[in-house]
């Protein structure tokens, strides 16, 4: 076997593995991960969970399930998306193609209305307002998580405070954003579609709820909205 192929081999794979934007994909997906992991260990010892409940995640995938609740007995989830995607596998989920905003379950179906960073992108604060409405109507325990505004880095392009700027500036300037470089096609929907939320609108959509903080290095990241 020629050495000099196999090390050249070797070298362009480490080579790819530490390009720059590599390297920051990876960076970012760990920092995800970390925080997702965190408020999953709060939901778990918040509501502890049995066999017997009935969860709707609203926005969310089978991804979450499997990997975070290893730990712990299993659930039945109700899998709710507007959008039709193939990674649900077994009895444990159903999944729905339906609109956050007009669920077409009756009221209190659920034991849990679960959502991690969904309603912002409800794009309006009328559609955000019909997203809460309906997840307090179809549980009796809520746990809805968004992004804070407030919060110095917009997290979905990763760009600090561009979440105060006009739209039409952020589609001018988004170009020149991380996001842009990861994922160029998916800056533009996001600036439309994302409207981050104050403290103030979120506890006024969830009024019967404690509203908790994530906090990195003392300020608030995201809230969670908590009915127990």
């Not at 159903?94 to 034991?111: E, I, K, N, Y």
Request: charge should be positive; include cysteine; proline fraction near 6%.
């Amino acid at each position: 076997m020629d050495t000099d192929v196999v090390s050249g081999g070797r070298a362009a794979e480490r080579t790819r593995a530490t390009s720059p934007r590599q390297a920051f994909d990876l960076l970012c997906g760990k920092v995800f991960i970390h925080f997702r992991r965190r408020r999953m260990r709060r939901f778990f010892e918040l509501f502890r969970p049995s066999s017997a409940i009935r969860l709707i995640d609203i926005g969310g995938t089978a991804q979450t399930w499997h990997t975070e609740s290893a730990e712990h007995e299993p659930f039945r989830v109700v899998l709710l998306n507007h959008l039709r995607y193939d990674d649900v596998v077994g009895d444990r989920f159903q999944a729905v193609v339906g609109d956050a905003t007009r669920l077409p379950f009756p009221d209190h179906a659920f034991d849990i209305a679960f959502s991690n960073s969904v309603i912002e992108h409800m794009e309006t604060w009328e559609r955000q307002q019909a997203f809460a409405r309906e997840a307090r109507r179809v549980a009796k325990k809520l746990w809805i998580q968004t992004p804070a505004k407030s919060f110095p880095l917009e997290c979905h392009l990763l760009a600090p405070w561009i979440q105060y700027l006009p739209k039409k500036i952020q589609h001018r300037i988004v170009w020149l954003t991380p996001r842009r470089w990861l994922t160029p096609d998916a800056v533009h929907p996001i600036v439309d579609e994302v409207r981050l939320l104050t403290f103030r609108e979120f506890a006024a959509l969830f009024p019967d709820c404690q509203i908790l903080r994530e906090r990195v290095c003392g300020i608030t990241k995201s809230y969670i909205a908590v009915r127990i």
